[in-house]
């Protein structure tokens, strides 16, 4: 028996272009140099307070290297990291970017840390 199959006719309103598609302001070079860009750390509350109640002072130059740092402990595997500076000592969880907390190195040097899986010292 032969049945024909009825098609209906297509209907070239509802498709539209790709090049009338308006563009996004993005360009994929941007979203690829920030994608690959190191991320910034961020202090936590607690790190904030205590660096301003020990007057520890780091500067832009010492921020740079200690990002620079923990985003490359973060590729070898390091979640939280024990940061040694001349004179003071951050915990900083490498998997969140944050510095969690903040002390001078006399009291650094009378202190037990753990549950940290890498340590980085910067001079």
Same mark, same amino acid.
């Given at each position: 028996? =032969?049945?024909?199959?009825?098609? &209906?006719?297509?209907?070239?309103?509802?498709?539209?272009? =790709?090049?009338? %598609?308006?563009?996004?302001?993005?360009? =994929?070079?941007?979203?690829?140099?920030?994608?690959? &860009?190191?991320?910034?750390?961020?202090?936590?509350?607690?790190?904030?307070? %205590?660096?301003? &109640?020990?007057?520890?002072?780091?500067?832009?130059?010492?921020?740079?290297?200690?990002?620079?740092?923990?985003?490359?402990?973060?590729?070898?595997?390091? %979640?939280?990291?024990?940061?040694?500076? &001349?004179?003071?000592?951050?915990?900083?969880?490498?998997?969140?970017?944050?510095?969690?907390?903040?002390?001078?190195?006399?009291?650094?040097?009378?202190?037990? =840390?753990?549950?940290?899986?890498?340590?980085?010292?910067?001079?």
């Amino acid at each position: 028996m =032969f049945r024909p199959i009825h098609s &209906q006719p297509i209907n070239n309103q509802h498709q539209r272009s =790709f090049a009338a %598609r308006p563009m996004s302001g993005t360009s =994929f070079s941007k979203h690829l140099q920030e994608a690959i &860009q190191p991320e910034k750390l961020t202090l936590s509350k607690h790190a904030k307070e %205590r660096i301003s &109640q020990r007057g520890i002072e780091i500067d832009e130059v010492q921020w740079g290297q200690i990002e620079e740092k923990v985003n490359e402990a973060k590729k070898m595997g390091v %979640r939280d990291s024990l940061v040694l500076l &001349q004179d003071a000592a951050l915990i900083v969880s490498a998997k969140n970017n944050t510095v969690i907390t903040a002390m001078d190195r006399q009291e650094a040097a009378s202190q037990i =840390f753990t549950n940290i899986n890498g340590t980085i010292v910067l001079d």
